[in-house]
C-alpha cells in the first residue's frame, strides 16, 4: 500500500501512525491512537462524552452507522423521553438505546408515533401494549402479567404509521409507511394495520458491512390453558445472503406468584461454525436459575445434535444483538459518511 502525504517527511524518522476511514478511503493520522476512542469521537463532534453519550456512540457503531452529533442528539432525545420500564422488564437502557440505533438503521424516525411500539414488540416479553401511551400499565409485571396472558391472546400489535415530528422524510417516516401500504396491499387488504414489525423487516438497513437483522417474535403456551409459558424473539443476521448471526432471546414466566422470570439470550449455532450454544443471562437470579437447570438443558440440546456451554455468562448491560456480554473496547470511532 502506497501512502501519501504533502507533510516534510525526514528519511530515517520514526512515524507513529493509526489507520482512520472518512467513508470513501482509508487515512493515516499521525500520533498514537486515542486512550479513550469514544469520548474522542465524542469531543471531535462537539459532544460531552459522558457515559449515556458513550452508551449511543457504541449502539451507532453496533448497527454501522457513524457517530455524528446529528444521530447522537436523535437518540438523546429518544431515550429521555422513554417511559420508565415496568418492574422485572428486561428492556434496560442498553437493549433500549442498542433498538431505537437499529431503527435509526433503517430510515425509521425513532421520535415517531409507532416507535414506541416497534421497540416493545422487538423486545417482545408477553403479550402485545395495544395502548397509546405503551409503557404506563398496559405491560404488566409478574402475577398480573401472567393472569392477563389469556386477554392479549390474539390482538395484533399495533401498526407504524406516519410521520414523526412533522419533518419531512429525512429519517424515512415515508419510507416506513410507504412499506407498510405496500405490505397490506401484497396481502389483500390495503386498509388492514400491519404489524410494526414486519415494516422493520422488510426496510432495508444502512449498514456499512451489509448486514440485515430480522426479528420474529416467539410465543410457546400451554395446551391446558393456553397460558404464556416463555416470551421471546428469534433475531437472526444475514449478510451477502449467509445467516451470520442467530440469538433466541426467552423469558421464561415463573409458575409460582412470588417467583421471578428467567431472562435469557442463547446465541445459536451459524451454518459452518461451531454447534455450541451459548448462554448470557440478564440478571443475577436468571443466571442462577439457568445454572441449575443447565444439566437437564444440555440434554434435551445434545440430543438435537448440538452442545450447551456449561459457563453462563451473566450481563445486565448485554444490548440484546451482540454476540458476547462483554462491550467492545474500541481503538479508533469514525465520525464520517
Request: hydrophobic share 35%; net charge neutral.
Amino acid at each position: 500500500m502506497t501512502a501519501r502525504t504533502d507533510l516534510d517527511l525526514v528519511p530515517g524518522t520514526q512515524l507513529h501512525a493509526y489507520v482512520h476511514s472518512d467513508g470513501e478511503q482509508l487515512v493515516l493520522r499521525l500520533g498514537r491512537r486515542p486512550a479513550d476512542a469514544l469520548a474522542t469521537a465524542l469531543a471531535r463532534q462537539g459532544l460531552v462524552g459522558d457515559e449515556a453519550a458513550k452508551l449511543i456512540a457504541r449502539a451507532l457503531m453496533s448497527v454501522g452507522l457513524p457517530v455524528r452529533a446529528e444521530s447522537v442528539a436523535v437518540l438523546q432525545r429518544a431515550t429521555s423521553s422513554w417511559p420508565q420500564p415496568p418492574r422485572g422488564s428486561r428492556l434496560s437502557p442498553t437493549r433500549l438505546t442498542r433498538s431505537l440505533a437499529m431503527l435509526l438503521a433503517r430510515g425509521i424516525d425513532v421520535m415517531s408515533p409507532g416507535a414506541r411500539q416497534l421497540v416493545e414488540v422487538m423486545n417482545y416479553e408477553g403479550g402485545y401494549s395495544t395502548s397509546d401511551d405503551a409503557g404506563d400499565g398496559d405491560r404488566r409485571d409478574g402475577q398480573r402479567r401472567r393472569d392477563g396472558g389469556q386477554q392479549q391472546q390474539g390482538r395484533r400489535p399495533p401498526a407504524l404509521t406516519g410521520q414523526g415530528g412533522g419533518t419531512k422524510d429525512t429519517q424515512g417516516g415515508g419510507a416506513a409507511a410507504s412499506v407498510a401500504r405496500r405490505l397490506a396491499e401484497q396481502l389483500g387488504d390495503a386498509s388492514r394495520q400491519i404489524s410494526p414489525l414486519a415494516v422493520f423487516n422488510h426496510l432495508p438497513s444502512r449498514a456499512g458491512d451489509g448486514s440485515q437483522w430480522y426479528v420474529l417474535p416467539v410465543s410457546l403456551r400451554a395446551q391446558t390453558d393456553g397460558q404464556e409459558l416463555v416470551a421471546g424473539s428469534l433475531r437472526l443476521c444475514y449478510r451477502s445472503g449467509s445467516l451470520v448471526h442467530a440469538l433466541l432471546e426467552t423469558t421464561t414466566h415463573a409458575k409460582e406468584p412470588n417467583a421471578a422470570d428467567v431472562s435469557a439470550t442463547f446465541v445459536l449455532p451459524c451454518p459452518g461454525g461451531a454447534r455450541t450454544i451459548r448462554a448470557i443471562a440478564s440478571d443475577g437470579s436468571s443466571a442462577a436459575a439457568l445454572r441449575d437447570r443447565l444439566p437437564a438443558l444440555a440434554d434435551k440440546v445434545r440430543n438435537l445434535g448440538f452442545e450447551l456451554d456449561d459457563i453462563v455468562e451473566e450481563d445486565p448491560s448485554y444490548d440484546g444483538f451482540s454476540d458476547s456480554a462483554q462491550l467492545s473496547t474500541y481503538g479508533q470511532v469514525d465520525t464520517f459518511r
